[in-house]
Nanobody
Framework: AHFVESGGGLVQPGGSLRLSCAASGFTFRTFAMSWHRQTPGKERELVAAISSTGATINYADSVKGRFTISRDNAKNMVYLQMNSLKTEDTAVYYC?????????WGQGTQVTVSS
């Protein structure tokens, strides 16, 4: 499995960004996907997860009501729409899936929320 994230950048507090993750190398439509983030000195944390069909979605409490995860199984893509961004959302965001008992991560995309 291989993931390439994009869409990160610098945004002011209250702004929005949409992250994209292009997946390849496995049967994308049969696996759950998730977004995680990490800041220096802290452990990587789950931000949002979506089941293979998109029927089940979960969010970290810190992003509920602001972030939306979605997927397009026809395009092998997963997205994270981030609204009402806060300075504490600053982190490197990673795409993730467990495929056949192995963990796969993308290279990450930096999101910086600052005025």
């Amino acid at each position: 499995a291989h993931f390439v994230e994009s869409g990160g950048g610098l945004v002011q507090p209250g702004g929005s960004l949409r992250l994209s993750c292009a997946a390849s190398g496995f049967t994308f439509r049969t696996f759950a996907m998730s977004w995680h983030r990490q800041t220096p000195g802290k452990e990587r944390e789950l931000v949002a997860a979506i089941s293979s069909t998109g029927a089940t979605i979960n969010y970290a409490d810190s992003v509920k009501g602001r972030f939306t995860i979605s997927r397009d199984n026809a395009k092998n893509m997963v997205y994270l729409q981030m609204n009402s961004l806060k300075t504490e959302d600053t982190a490197v965001y990673y795409c993730y899936a467990k495929v056949r008992f192995a963990d796969y991560w993308g290279q990450g995309t930096q999101v910086t929320v600052s005025s």
